[in-house]
Protein backbone atom coordinates (compact mmCIF):
# COMPACT_ATOMS: atom_id res chain seq x y z
CA UNK A 1 0.00 0.00 0.00
CA UNK A 2 0.89 3.43 -0.64
CA UNK A 3 2.17 5.79 2.56
CA UNK A 4 0.29 8.07 3.84
CA UNK A 5 -0.04 11.50 1.84
CA UNK A 6 2.38 14.14 3.36
CA UNK A 7 0.13 17.28 4.96
CA UNK A 8 2.15 20.65 4.33
CA UNK A 9 -0.12 23.23 5.30
CA UNK A 10 0.97 26.53 4.80
CA UNK A 11 -0.25 30.05 6.50
CA UNK A 12 -1.17 31.82 2.97
CA UNK A 13 -1.55 30.93 -0.69
CA UNK A 14 2.10 32.60 -0.70
CA UNK A 15 3.73 31.34 1.62
CA UNK A 16 2.38 27.60 0.29
CA UNK A 17 4.07 28.49 -3.12
CA UNK A 18 7.50 29.11 -1.79
CA UNK A 19 7.43 25.98 0.49
CA UNK A 20 6.26 23.91 -2.68
CA UNK A 21 8.85 25.58 -5.02
CA UNK A 22 11.45 25.34 -2.64
CA UNK A 23 10.37 21.38 -2.65
CA UNK A 24 10.26 21.46 -6.64
CA UNK A 25 13.58 22.87 -6.80
CA UNK A 26 14.99 19.65 -4.61
CA UNK A 27 13.47 17.08 -6.02
CA UNK A 28 15.20 18.60 -9.69
CA UNK A 29 17.87 18.86 -7.92
CA UNK A 30 18.22 15.41 -6.51
CA UNK A 31 16.97 13.85 -10.01
CA UNK A 32 19.64 15.59 -12.23
CA UNK A 33 22.44 14.58 -9.32
CA UNK A 34 20.92 11.23 -9.54
CA UNK A 35 20.81 10.36 -13.25
CA UNK A 36 21.01 13.31 -15.08
CA UNK A 37 17.52 13.37 -16.05
CA UNK A 38 14.40 15.00 -14.57
CA UNK A 39 10.79 14.48 -15.60
CA UNK A 40 7.86 16.61 -14.56
CA UNK A 41 4.32 16.99 -15.63
CA UNK A 42 2.74 20.49 -15.11
CA UNK A 43 -0.90 21.18 -14.07
CA UNK A 44 -3.03 23.93 -15.35
CA UNK A 45 -4.69 26.45 -13.30
CA UNK A 46 -4.04 29.94 -12.03
CA UNK A 47 -2.42 28.58 -8.82
CA UNK A 48 0.30 26.66 -10.79
CA UNK A 49 0.43 29.57 -12.98
CA UNK A 50 2.05 31.55 -9.34
CA UNK A 51 4.64 28.65 -8.61
CA UNK A 52 5.87 28.38 -11.91
CA UNK A 53 6.48 32.04 -11.64
CA UNK A 54 8.66 30.94 -8.56
CA UNK A 55 10.27 28.26 -10.51
CA UNK A 56 12.20 30.44 -13.78
CA UNK A 57 14.64 30.34 -11.60
CA UNK A 58 16.94 27.70 -9.71
CA UNK A 59 16.19 25.03 -11.61
CA UNK A 60 18.41 23.69 -14.15
CA UNK A 61 15.88 23.53 -17.06
CA UNK A 62 18.06 22.76 -19.88
CA UNK A 63 17.92 19.06 -18.15
CA UNK A 64 14.28 19.02 -17.72
CA UNK A 65 12.04 16.94 -19.67
CA UNK A 66 8.46 18.67 -19.42
CA UNK A 67 5.11 17.15 -19.75
CA UNK A 68 1.64 17.73 -18.58
CA UNK A 69 -0.95 16.22 -16.62
CA UNK A 70 -4.06 17.22 -19.39
CA UNK A 71 -5.24 19.57 -21.71
CA UNK A 72 -8.58 21.14 -23.08
CA UNK A 73 -9.55 20.38 -26.85
CA UNK A 74 -7.92 23.59 -27.95
CA UNK A 75 -4.80 25.23 -30.08
CA UNK A 76 -1.53 26.14 -28.46
CA UNK A 77 -1.88 29.89 -28.10
CA UNK A 78 -5.89 29.49 -27.21
CA UNK A 79 -6.26 31.49 -23.52
CA UNK A 80 -7.69 27.88 -22.03
CA UNK A 81 -4.94 25.77 -23.35
CA UNK A 82 -3.02 24.79 -20.54
CA UNK A 83 0.44 24.58 -22.29
CA UNK A 84 0.09 28.50 -23.09
CA UNK A 85 -0.22 29.17 -19.38
CA UNK A 86 2.76 27.04 -18.64
CA UNK A 87 4.55 28.61 -21.72
CA UNK A 88 3.69 32.10 -20.23
CA UNK A 89 4.78 31.66 -16.44
CA UNK A 90 7.75 29.28 -17.31
CA UNK A 91 8.57 28.02 -20.37
CA UNK A 92 9.42 31.23 -21.97
CA UNK A 93 10.86 33.30 -19.00
CA UNK A 94 13.27 30.35 -18.10
CA UNK A 95 14.50 29.96 -21.84
CA UNK A 96 13.33 26.25 -21.45
CA UNK A 97 14.82 24.46 -24.96
CA UNK A 98 11.49 23.73 -26.90
CA UNK A 99 12.68 20.01 -27.94
CA UNK A 100 12.06 19.61 -23.73
CA UNK A 101 8.88 20.34 -23.97
CA UNK A 102 6.25 17.49 -24.44
CA UNK A 103 3.06 19.40 -24.63
CA UNK A 104 -0.20 17.16 -25.82
CA UNK A 105 -1.96 17.90 -29.00
CA UNK A 106 -5.21 19.56 -27.71
CA UNK A 107 -5.52 21.17 -31.51
CA UNK A 108 -5.71 17.93 -33.08
CA UNK A 109 -8.78 16.54 -35.06
CA UNK A 110 -8.69 13.05 -33.82
CA UNK A 111 -7.90 13.25 -29.65
CA UNK A 112 -7.65 9.27 -29.44
CA UNK A 113 -4.61 9.12 -31.70
CA UNK A 114 -3.16 11.97 -30.21
CA UNK A 115 -3.65 10.53 -26.64
CA UNK A 116 -1.87 7.51 -28.11
CA UNK A 117 1.15 9.33 -29.70
CA UNK A 118 1.38 11.16 -26.05
CA UNK A 119 1.24 7.93 -24.36
CA UNK A 120 3.99 6.26 -26.84
CA UNK A 121 6.50 9.51 -26.35
CA UNK A 122 6.23 8.72 -22.45
CA UNK A 123 6.94 5.25 -22.53
CA UNK A 124 9.86 5.91 -25.33
CA UNK A 125 11.58 8.43 -22.76
CA UNK A 126 11.95 5.15 -20.24
CA UNK A 127 10.28 4.11 -17.43
CA UNK A 128 8.53 3.11 -15.21
CA UNK A 129 8.48 5.55 -13.14
CA UNK A 130 7.58 7.41 -16.50
CA UNK A 131 7.76 11.06 -14.27
CA UNK A 132 9.74 11.79 -11.55
CA UNK A 133 7.49 14.39 -10.44
CA UNK A 134 3.56 15.36 -11.31
CA UNK A 135 2.38 18.35 -10.31
CA UNK A 136 -1.71 18.43 -9.48
CA UNK A 137 -4.47 20.98 -8.60
CA UNK A 138 -7.69 19.87 -7.46
CA UNK A 139 -11.15 20.48 -8.05
CA UNK A 140 -14.31 20.80 -6.15
CA UNK A 141 -15.67 17.62 -7.34
CA UNK A 142 -12.54 15.74 -6.48
CA UNK A 143 -11.19 15.55 -9.70
CA UNK A 144 -7.82 15.89 -10.63
CA UNK A 145 -5.82 16.42 -13.90
CA UNK A 146 -8.71 15.89 -16.05
CA UNK A 147 -9.89 12.41 -14.67
CA UNK A 148 -14.01 13.57 -13.29
CA UNK A 149 -16.14 11.60 -11.75
CA UNK A 150 -17.93 9.18 -13.38
CA UNK A 151 -15.89 9.74 -16.87
CA UNK A 152 -15.00 6.64 -19.02
CA UNK A 153 -10.55 7.92 -18.15
CA UNK A 154 -11.32 6.76 -14.41
CA UNK A 155 -11.42 2.82 -15.52
CA UNK A 156 -8.54 2.96 -17.96
CA UNK A 157 -6.18 0.16 -16.54
CA UNK A 158 -3.36 0.33 -19.51
CA UNK A 159 -3.00 3.05 -21.12
CA UNK A 160 -0.82 5.99 -19.96
CA UNK A 161 -2.79 8.46 -21.66
CA UNK A 162 -6.51 8.83 -22.87
CA UNK A 163 -8.93 12.10 -24.68
CA UNK A 164 -12.12 11.83 -22.40
CA UNK A 165 -15.61 13.47 -22.48
CA UNK A 166 -16.19 15.53 -19.65
CA UNK A 167 -20.02 16.37 -19.36
CA UNK A 168 -20.25 20.37 -19.78
CA UNK A 169 -16.26 20.66 -19.99
CA UNK A 170 -15.93 19.16 -23.48
CA UNK A 171 -13.29 16.96 -24.65
CA UNK A 172 -9.84 16.53 -23.15
CA UNK A 173 -6.49 14.90 -23.06
CA UNK A 174 -5.30 13.59 -19.94
CA UNK A 175 -2.84 11.13 -17.83
CA UNK A 176 -4.29 8.31 -16.48
CA UNK A 177 -4.18 6.08 -13.11
CA UNK A 178 -1.69 3.99 -14.86
CA UNK A 179 0.58 6.71 -15.58
CA UNK A 180 0.33 8.46 -11.80
CA UNK A 181 0.95 5.12 -10.46
CA UNK A 182 4.25 5.41 -12.59
CA UNK A 183 5.28 8.04 -11.12
CA UNK A 184 8.19 8.88 -8.17
CA UNK A 185 6.16 11.68 -6.50
CA UNK A 186 2.87 13.24 -6.70
CA UNK A 187 2.37 16.99 -5.26
CA UNK A 188 -1.15 18.64 -5.19
CA UNK A 189 -1.56 22.22 -4.52
CA UNK A 190 -4.69 23.26 -3.07
CA UNK A 191 -5.76 26.87 -2.28
CA UNK A 192 -8.82 28.74 -1.27
CA UNK A 193 -12.03 27.90 0.93
CA UNK A 194 -13.74 26.89 -2.07
CA UNK A 195 -11.50 23.68 -1.82
CA UNK A 196 -11.64 22.72 1.84
CA UNK A 197 -14.69 20.17 1.99
CA UNK A 198 -13.13 18.02 -1.60
CA UNK A 199 -9.75 18.11 0.08
CA UNK A 200 -11.64 16.82 3.32
CA UNK A 201 -13.59 14.42 1.27
CA UNK A 202 -10.51 13.37 -1.07
CA UNK A 203 -8.64 12.39 2.50
CA UNK A 204 -11.56 10.42 3.90
CA UNK A 205 -11.23 6.93 4.48
CA UNK A 206 -12.53 4.57 1.19
CA UNK A 207 -13.07 7.92 -0.41
CA UNK A 208 -13.19 6.87 -4.46
CA UNK A 209 -13.27 10.31 -5.96
CA UNK A 210 -10.45 10.95 -8.92
CA UNK A 211 -8.00 12.42 -6.69
CA UNK A 212 -8.27 9.99 -3.87
CA UNK A 213 -8.27 7.55 -6.09
CA UNK A 214 -4.69 9.16 -8.08
CA UNK A 215 -3.32 9.22 -4.50
CA UNK A 216 -4.28 5.55 -3.41
CA UNK A 217 -1.83 4.77 -6.28
CA UNK A 218 1.64 6.78 -6.44
CA UNK A 219 3.94 5.73 -4.49
CA UNK A 220 4.71 9.63 -2.48
CA UNK A 221 2.31 11.97 -2.70
CA UNK A 222 2.38 15.63 -0.87
CA UNK A 223 -0.24 18.26 -0.59
CA UNK A 224 0.59 21.47 -0.22
CA UNK A 225 -2.62 23.71 1.06
CA UNK A 226 -3.09 27.12 2.75
CA UNK A 227 -5.07 27.42 6.11
CA UNK A 228 -8.45 28.10 4.34
CA UNK A 229 -8.51 24.94 2.43
CA UNK A 230 -6.84 22.74 5.19
CA UNK A 231 -9.38 23.89 7.56
CA UNK A 232 -11.54 20.51 8.09
CA UNK A 233 -8.15 18.30 8.15
CA UNK A 234 -7.18 17.48 11.41
CA UNK A 235 -3.42 17.62 12.53
CA UNK A 236 -2.85 14.25 11.20
CA UNK A 237 -4.73 14.44 8.05
CA UNK A 238 -7.72 13.17 8.10
CA UNK A 239 -11.11 14.96 8.31
CA UNK A 240 -12.38 16.60 11.34
CA UNK A 241 -16.11 17.44 10.58
CA UNK A 242 -15.51 20.86 11.62
CA UNK A 243 -12.77 23.78 10.89
CA UNK A 244 -9.91 23.48 12.65
CA UNK A 245 -8.61 26.61 14.67
Not at 69 to 90: I, T
Amino acid sequence: MPPEPELVVAEDPDRLLDRAADRVRAAAGAALASSGRFAVALAGGNTPRALYERLVHGVDWGRCDLWFGDERAVPPDDPQSNYRMAKESLLDPAAVPAARVRRMRGEAADLDAAARDYEAALRAAGGPPWLDLALLGMGPDGHTASLFPGTAALDEERRLAVAVEVPERGRRLTLTLPAFAGTRALMFLCTGAAKAEALAAVLAPGSELPAARVIGRAPRTTIFCDLEAGRLIAPAGRPTGKATP
